[in-house]
């Protein structure tokens, strides 16, 4: 477990103009990232996930385990909201070198409570790899409770959730009452010191794409006990972390990465780059970092 500990970066899928990906971007991306961040996660939502093929998937993972030259875990995305769709591609995907799977709750359909439980215990059963459950309402429009995620914590192959609910007091009902070996996973950046302070163990971060510095000391001073120093850290995130948000995921981040010489900020619709006034904005924000 200890080897998710600390910063999971998010990786967004660099491309070019018309629509490719771009590797050596992405190969740029892993060496960036690599110094701050504990293990990539490749195929998450903030890598276009759901505008990415099967095989530009499959693709991605190789070459991220190829050129993983820090040698740092990985885990992979694979959910939605057909149950039987994600155990098939978990069984049709070449998961070599993967350490856990991301799976994020049904989106759009909105199962019940229970119907959320059914659908990843079934996962979890039938996976090879552990599953971290992943809870994000404002994009799947429904909550994985406390009591619920709680329930699954109990499954023995479910290893820990990331908590994008931004709901402070029901992250603590998870900490207060989780398995001690349960993974309490911040998905929101500028939560990541609360969490660490009443038990998480780390961030999956967007912002981590860019600035992976910030996060790697707020580990460190959180794992030390000192709260105030790395709350400071996370104060630097305040003015840049919003601007992320403003024209979706990962429009922001990658304008930033653009902004620092790592990708270009091309999307694949329907998003499109960020806007000239979103460009000014991120740009003054990180400007004023320094």
């Known amino acids: 477990m200890k080897k998710l500990y600390g910063t999971g970066v998010a990786l967004v899928t660099p491309m070019d103009s018309t629509g490719a990906i771009d590797y050596k971007a992405l190969k740029k991306l892993l060496t960036h990232t690599a110094k701050g961040v504990d293990y990539y996660v490749v195929m998450g939502t903030t890598g276009e996930s ?9 693709e991605v993972l190789n070459f991220v385990r190829k050129n ?3 040698k740092l875990p990985i885990v992979y995305g694979i ?9 098939d591609t978990i069984s049709s995907t070449d998961l070599k070198g993967v350490d856990a799977i991301l799976s994020v709750s049904p989106y759009y359909n909105k199962p019940s409570q229970e119907g959320i439980c059914q659908h990843f215990k079934t996962i979890a059963d039938a996976s090879p790899l552990p599953i971290i459950l992943y809870n994000v309402p404002g994009r799947t429009a429904s909550n994985i409770t406390a009591e619920t995620t709680l329930r699954l ?3 023995k192959n479910i290893m820990g959730i990331k908590e994008a609910s931004g709901n402070l007091e029901q992250c603590m009902r998870i900490a207060k009452s989780m398995p001690k070996d349960f993974l309490l996973i911040s998905g929101d950046d500028l939560l990541t010191v609360p969490l660490y302070a009443i038990g998480g163990k780390g961030v999956i971060s967007v912002l981590a794409n860019a600035l992976p510095i910030p996060f790697k000391k707020m580990k460190e001073l959180a794992f030390a006990g000192n709260y105030v120093k790395a709350s400071q850290h996370q104060f630097s995130l305040l003015e840049i972390n919003g601007p992320m948000y ?8 990658k304008q930033l990465l653009k902004e ?3 990708c270009e900020n091309y999307v694949r619709m329907p998003l499109l780059p960020a806007s000239g006034a979103l460009q000014k904005k991120i740009s003054k924000a990180y400007r004023n970092m320094a």
């Open 260 to 262: 620092i010489g790592v």
């Open 68 to 70: 993983n030259t820090a």
């Open 153 to 155: 914590a109990a499954h």
């Open 50 to 58: 759901v505008t990415v093929s099967p095989a530009e998937k499959q």
């Open 79 to 87: 959910g939605g909201n057909n149950t039987q769709a994600v155990l």
């Open 246 to 253: 403003e024209e979706a995921n990962p429009v922001g981040v």
